[in-house]
């Protein structure tokens, strides 16, 4: 069984930064392509950004280029998601996700292609 813990979510002001981080233990973390989600009261959960096991590859949804950025550190079986440039849409609920993969650059961007997920950390921006 996987496990995924989030952290660094909290209140920021527009314009201002979080950094997320996702903390994988129960397989081998390098096996996995990882994913963030965001949902809103009353959205649906969407995807946020990818990155494949190998980290060459990346997504992003539109509304968050520029703005953030996923990473990998397999040797600390954790993925971050940094934040920057906040805005009051940014507020949600984001969650980790995880994919077991043999494709190592492949990235998938739907929710049902992730098999574990976290409990997820609140991110609030206010204007």
């Known amino acids: 069984q996987v496990q995924l813990v989030e952290s660094g979510g909290g209140l920021v002001q527009a314009g201002g930064s979080l950094r997320l981080s996702c903390a994988v233990s129960?397989?081998?973390?390098?096996?996995?392509?990882m994913a963030w989600f965001r949902q809103a009261p009353g959205k649906e959960r969407e995807i946020v950004a990818a990155?494949?096991?190998?980290?060459?590859?990346?997504y992003y949804a539109e509304s968050v280029k520029g703005r953030f950025t996923i990473s990998r550190d397999n040797a600390k079986n954790t993925v971050y998601l940094q934040l920057n440039s906040l805005k009051p849409e940014d507020t949600a609920v984001y969650y980790c996700?995880?994919?077991?993969?043999?494709?190592?650059?492949?990235?998938?961007?739907?929710?049902?292609?992730?098999?574990?997920w976290g409990q997820g950390t609140q991110v609030t921006v206010s204007s």
């Open positions: 990155i494949s096991r190998s980290a060459g590859n990346t």
């Open positions: 996700a995880a994919r077991n993969t043999i494709a190592v650059v492949a990235v998938r961007t739907t929710r049902y292609d992730y098999d574990y």
């Open positions: 129960g397989r081998t973390f390098s096996n996995y392509a």
